[in-house]
């Protein structure tokens, strides 16, 4: 009885399910560019910064350009926000990829040529290992290794959306320095 029961009620389900479709809402199929609405009405050309239809591919991206400046040429460009990672003001051109075993951004950045040959020196953090809580010395930590995970080659791009953000720095030295080290665990208790 139970099972007839329970049989019953998943017929009544599918049935509820069936009888209530939206048939409002357009199917997609790849083979077309039809445009798919959801139940607000809002076209999928209309969703998102990209103002085309969703499905198709053919994307073009908008001129831009990076800087051809070779290291040492270039103007340090202020972080976005306090302890941001830096933009890379100059060219990466036969500096890439970055590897463990081949790292060129060290040649000038690690904190003992940094200041001898005019560049930045890397911050405190990448001689510290937050995993086992403890300074790495002289040596760069095995996790700062892939300088463009975090940082990267300014371009001349234009913002895809208007943006007003104005950063505030606590102390104006910090535009081109980390204080990160020193401040890391501030608000937390």
Same mark, same amino acid.
């Given at each position: 009885?139970?099972?007839? &029961?329970?049989?019953?009620?998943?017929?009544?389900?599918?049935?509820?399910?069936?009888?209530?479709?939206?048939? =409002?809402?357009?199917?997609?199929?790849? =083979?077309? !560019?039809? @445009?798919?609405?959801? /139940?607000?009405?809002?076209?999928?050309? $209309?969703?998102?910064? +990209?103002? !085309?239809?969703?499905?198709? @591919?053919?994307?073009?991206?908008?001129?831009?350009?990076? #800087? #051809?400046?070779?290291?040492? /040429?270039? @103007?340090?460009? $202020?972080?976005?926000?306090?302890?941001?990672?830096?933009?890379?003001? %100059? =060219?990466?051109?036969?500096?890439?990829?970055? #590897?463990?075993?081949?790292? &060129?951004?060290?040649?000038? %950045?690690?904190? /003992?040529?940094?200041?001898?040959?005019?560049?930045?020196a890397m911050p405190a953090t %990448?001689? *510290?290992?937050?995993?086992?809580?403890? =300074?790495?010395?002289?040596?760069?930590?095995?996790? +700062? *290794?892939?300088?463009?995970?975090? %940082?990267?080659?300014?371009?001349?791009?234009?913002?895809?959306?208007?943006?007003?953000?104005?950063?505030?720095?606590?102390?104006?030295?910090?535009?081109?320095?980390?204080?990160?080290?020193?401040?890391?665990? /501030?608000?937390?208790?």
């Open positions: 009885m139970f099972k007839k &029961m329970l049989v019953g009620l998943g017929i009544f389900a599918m049935l509820f399910i069936v009888a209530c479709k939206d048939n =409002s809402t357009k199917e997609t199929n790849s =083979s077309t !560019s039809e @445009e798919i609405k959801t /139940e607000a009405g809002v076209s999928d050309v $209309d969703i998102g910064l +990209r103002r !085309s239809d969703l499905a198709r @591919e053919e994307v073009v991206l908008p001129e831009s350009s990076f #800087t #051809t400046l070779a290291p040492g /040429e270039a @103007e340090v460009i $202020d972080r976005s926000f306090e302890n941001a990672p830096p933009f890379i003001p %100059h =060219s990466t051109d036969g500096l890439l990829p970055i #590897t463990k075993d081949n790292n &060129m951004c060290l040649s000038c %950045h690690v904190k /003992e040529l940094a200041t001898e040959v005019g560049a930045t %990448h001689y *510290f290992d937050f995993r086992a809580n403890k =300074s790495t010395g002289d040596v760069i930590s095995d996790t +700062r *290794f892939n300088c463009t995970l975090c %940082h990267v080659p300014q371009s001349n791009a234009k913002p895809l959306v208007g943006n007003t953000f104005k950063p505030v720095f606590d102390d104006a030295t910090l535009k081109n320095k980390s204080n990160l080290i020193d401040v890391i665990n /501030e608000g937390v208790n």
